[in-house]
């Protein structure tokens, strides 16, 4: 009777109700899930915070500890007490209390000891920073070099050296040693060496008894020297003169009772995670478990009820997915079985128009028609855009491999850069109006002449045949000069009438397209192209234009630095000619001075014997006389 009765049921209803039960199942294990999962979460993001609180922590004590061996000494901390390493300390201070205050209101922390424990920490944290407040205070009025307590034992010792008052210089100078010496170790028995010395220092001063007014000013400066050292000293030992001593001391201390119990609360939330772990897999095995059970049940059950239909529809899947078409299913009923048996010859038939379409489509019917009927289905919409997409890829691969040819042509063209500029402009001007099927084009190249700039027109191409016109452009005239100025692609589709004999001057037809693309080499203008068609440029075509162009204005410059380098070569060598010519004019000239000189030697030395012979001879007619 109960078999009857689901048998009279339809399917929706019996499916509904097999998968209801186990869908009320999946819902609790869900929400029993979620549940535990937000717990697992909740302790593992307070643990975070914890993790985060330790670092915190140990950010405060390294500021901290940077602060007592270097910040104090900052000029900036003594002037106005600012400090980068403050600045850490108040950072991971204020960061460790926001972490804090996350892990005291989570709602898993409850009992006694965790909240004993966070409590204990909080407390500590604060006395953290009352003692490194007062640590501020006490470094502050510590003072650096000259400021606070050390710059006046500078002072004192300053008034002291720089006394009138002849003192002995020794026991001042094992003063400062003493002095020094403390400082560098921190031992206090450097502080009784020093107020021994300094007490005899006194002593000898107070028996000498000449110069009293100097005498007296000394006494007065050394003794403030003693008290600003021991009160100096007494800061140092409130600061602690080692690590743990002083409020050094107690601050690690704190830092060191803190780290524990950050430790021991991290333990138990770890635990407790682990324990909620533990129970949630327990839980989710057992309601799996649950939920296999009553599926198997329910599978057995609904099973002989649906096998018949079940396996008739599986039997024509299986030859389907086998890859051949079943026949189509008898329909011996109107409810879901037979609904699902019409569906299914429905699809069986579109599937086998999908198929021949396919079919067609890959024999390259790409222009076939789909039939109507099936357009509205997923299937046909999915083959139709495929249809489409492989008229665009063939479309596009038509671009592709007509690009791919310009270019090897170009290239053909280009490769040969010891040919003329004029005749390597009328191939590539030849070349771009067949290949792009324009009617005119011509090049221009930048030229210089004394301060001005110009295009030069050096190949003309239209209707097949090269065209001889000279033609000089300035540059910022007409779209020709501002392609030049402006570096940039300029495309027309409606041209004027009178735009031929203006600016262009390719023929006497007025075009209905121009092109006009720059020739640039790193930015620089090497010259300009232009082309003219009665038909539109399309994109991939101006593409590949000013691709190709970038190629012309490298081979361009490669040409001109070849003619620069060929012209200054010559010019080199004809200023060696030159030089060598006029060092042989050089010689010559030096010979001939130096047989001019020659010359004169000779005529000064006879000139010389010529007087000697004159002077003898008045030298005779005087002694004659006498």
Same mark, same amino acid.
């Given at each position: 009777m ?9 399917i ?10 186990? &869908?009320?199942?999946? %819902? ?15 302790y ?40 980068k ?6 950072l ?45 205070l ?66 000898n ?16 400066f ?11 000293i007494? %800061?140092?030992?409130?600061?602690? &003169? ?19 119990q ?11 995670n ?22 198997i ?5 609904? +099973?002989?009820?649906?096998?018949? +239909? ?5 039997t ?16 011996r ?5 037979g ?12 599937i ?14 790409t ?9 509205n ?41 010891s040919?003329?500029?004029v ?13 792009l ?17 110009y &295009?030069?027109r ?12 000279d ?13 030049a ?40 203008v090497m ?20 691709k ?5 204005a ?58 000697e012979?004159l ?5 005779s ?6």
């Amino acid at each position: 009777m109960l078999k009857d009765f689901l048998l009279s049921l339809k399917i929706r209803i019996k499916l509904l109700a097999a998968f209801g039960s186990i &869908l009320f199942l999946s %819902i609790i294990l869900i929400f029993l899930s979620i549940r535990s999962i937000n717990r697992i979460i909740t302790y593992k993001g307070i643990n975070e915070e914890v993790d985060a609180l330790k670092l915190y922590l140990e950010g405060q004590e390294l500021a901290m500890k940077e602060f007592i061996y270097e910040g104090y000494k900052a000029k900036e901390f003594q002037e106005s007490e600012k400090s980068k390493f403050i600045d850490a300390f108040e950072l991971n201070s204020k960061q460790a209390k926001e972490s804090l205050m996350i892990v005291n209101n989570s709602h898993l922390i409850k009992d006694d000891e965790m909240l004993s424990v966070m409590k204990s920490f909080s407390q500590t944290l604060g006395e953290i920073r009352i003692e490194f407040d007062s640590l501020k205070l006490l470094l502050k009025e510590r003072g650096f070099r000259d400021y606070g307590l050390e710059g006046s034992l500078r002072k004192a010792i300053h008034q002291v050296e720089n006394s009138d008052y002849n003192y002995d210089k020794i026991a001042m100078l094992t003063l400062r040693r003493h002095e020094k010496d403390f400082f560098l170790r921190k031992d206090l028995k450097y502080q009784k060496e020093f107020n021994t010395t300094i007490e005899d220092f006194i002593r000898n001063i107070q028996l000498n008894g000449d110069q009293r007014e100097a005498q007296s000013q000394l006494l007065g400066f050394i003794d403030n020297y003693k008290s600003e050292f021991n009160r100096l000293i007494d %800061i140092e030992n409130e600061i602690g &003169l080692k690590e743990n001593e002083g409020i050094r001391g107690s601050l690690k201390d704190y830092f060191d009772n803190a780290k524990p119990q950050l430790e021991q609360f991290r333990t138990a939330i770890k635990d407790r995670n682990q324990s909620q772990i533990s129970r949630t897999v327990l839980l989710l095995i057992v309601m799996a478990l649950i939920q296999i059970a009553i599926g198997i049940a329910l599978a057995v059950l609904y +099973s002989s009820i649906l096998t018949s +239909s079940i396996k008739e529809i599986r039997t024509a899947m299986q030859r389907l997915a086998q890859g051949n078409f079943p026949d189509k299913l008898q329909v011996r009923s109107s409810e879901e079985i037979g609904q699902t048996k019409i569906a299914f010859n429905q699809f069986i038939d579109r599937i086998q128009f999908a198929t021949s379409f396919a079919a067609r489509l890959g024999n390259g019917e790409t222009k076939a028609v789909y039939d109507e009927q099936f357009t509205n289905d997923v299937l046909a919409k999915s083959i139709v855009s495929m249809q489409h997409k492989l008229r665009e890829g063939e479309e596009r691969q038509a671009k592709i491999n007509w690009t791919n040819q310009g270019a090897a042509q170009f290239n053909d063209i280009l490769k040969n850069e010891s040919e003329d500029l004029v005749l390597l402009g009328d191939k590539i001007l030849k070349l771009l109006v067949t290949f792009l099927e324009a009617n005119q084009g011509a090049l221009y190249l930048l030229k210089k002449d004394k301060s001005e700039e110009y &295009l030069e027109r050096i190949s003309t191409y239209a209707y097949d045949k090269k065209r001889f016109v000279d033609q000089r452009i300035m540059i910022g005239q007409g779209l020709i000069g501002q392609c030049a100025i402006e570096k940039s692609t300029i495309y027309l589709k409606q041209i004027p009438v009178d735009y031929v004999k203006i600016t262009s001057g390719l023929g006497e037809a007025t075009p209905r397209n121009v092109l006009i693309i720059p020739l640039k080499q790193r930015e620089e203008v090497m010259g300009v192209l232009e082309l003219a068609s009665f038909s539109i440029f399309e994109n991939y075509q101006v593409e590949f234009v000013e691709k190709m162009a970038e190629n012309i204005a490298s081979i361009l410059a490669n040409k001109q630095q070849t003619d620069q380098t060929k012209r200054l070569l010559h010019e080199s060598e004809q200023r060696a000619h030159a030089l060598v010519q006029q060092e042989e004019e050089m010689r010559q000239n030096a010979e001939e001075l130096q047989a001019t000189q020659e010359e004169m030697e000779r005529q000064k030395s006879a000139l010389q014997a010529e007087i000697e012979n004159l002077k003898q001879s008045m030298v005779s007619k005087d002694f004659a006389l006498n």
